[in-house]
């Protein structure tokens, strides 16, 4: 495109928001042209420039995300998954890339989302980040190389307000071990123990969740066999990272053909 991409944030006023408006208004690479809230929200008809504690930017913050994408290129949405669902027909309907960061999703609205990128670019992942995604890539690799002898458990740590879990990076993690062996993830997996649970049953991927304070992100893949463990570890300090990712795919995706595509995509992996 000649123009610079327009982006609407969803979700303006959550810290993922906040930090995208933050993001977008010191690239010079895209504009910010929408800020989209929930309906009743106090932040309706402000100025998008108060959420990050600037200026004024010169966009009001809104709750109609059809007339937000209408002048828009790209959508960047980390908000909940009925919203999500919502967004990606808009999303489709004014033909803009939509960026989701949002986890906690079911099969049903993968589904929806599905069949909106029949008529648009949209880009999904559970974590936007390039150290993540390079994570991902390497965990499927030692998965490969390393039998069932090798339990596998994904433990990942996350601030006090986190609604789901597993984290949304977390099954991209165990996903990717899960291809790497070549099993089935939907089967062979462990996502909480509690009680008397009998030994670990062989070959399964196992999740352990925690939760508290102000944990950004944090999450290790353990190969643990006899005598040695493997640990992959990665640690997000600032959700920039998460944020500048999310811009990249915005980006990325102007002029590619609808379709549903991952950040191993964008990056190239």
Do not use: C
Not at 236 to 248: P, S
Request: proline letters at 2%.
């Amino acid at each position: 495109m000649t123009d610079t991409p327009g982006i609407v944030i969803a979700g303006a006023s959550g810290r993922m928001g906040r930090m995208l408006i933050r993001t977008v208004t010191e690239s010079d690479a895209a504009r910010l042209v929408g800020a989209v809230e929930r309906r009743g929200s106090e932040w309706i008809g402000r100025d998008a420039g108060d959420l990050i504690g600037g200026g004024a930017l010169g966009v009001t913050i809104t709750d109609d995300p059809l007339a937000a994408m209408a002048r828009a290129q790209a959508v960047i949405d980390f908000t909940t998954p009925a919203a999500t669902v919502e967004f990606a027909a808009l999303a489709a309907q004014a033909r803009a890339v939509h960026v989701i960061g949002t986890t906690g999703l079911t099969e049903a609205d993968l589904h929806k989302i599905a069949l909106a990128a029949h008529h648009a670019v949209i880009v999904r992942a559970g974590n936007m980040s390039l150290g993540v995604n390079l994570l991902v890539e390497i965990t499927r690799k030692v998965a490969a190389a390393l039998d069932a002898d090798y339990d596998i458990e994904v433990i990942e740590a996350h601030h006090r307000h986190k609604v789901d879990a597993p984290s949304g990076t977390a099954l991209m993690l165990g996903q990717a071990a899960a291809q790497g062996r070549g099993i089935n993830h939907g089967e062979m997996t462990d996502r909480a123990r509690d009680g008397i649970t009998g030994p670990r049953a062989r070959g399964h991927i196992g999740y352990s969740a925690i939760r508290g304070g102000d944990i950004v992100g944090e999450h290790d893949v353990l190969f643990a066999g006899a005598g040695e463990r493997v640990i992959l570890r990665h640690v997000a300090t600032d959700r920039a990272i998460f944020a500048r990712g999310a811009l990249k795919a915005a980006l990325w995706g102007q002029d590619r053909a609808p379709g549903e595509y991952s950040m191993a995509d964008v990056l190239g992996f």
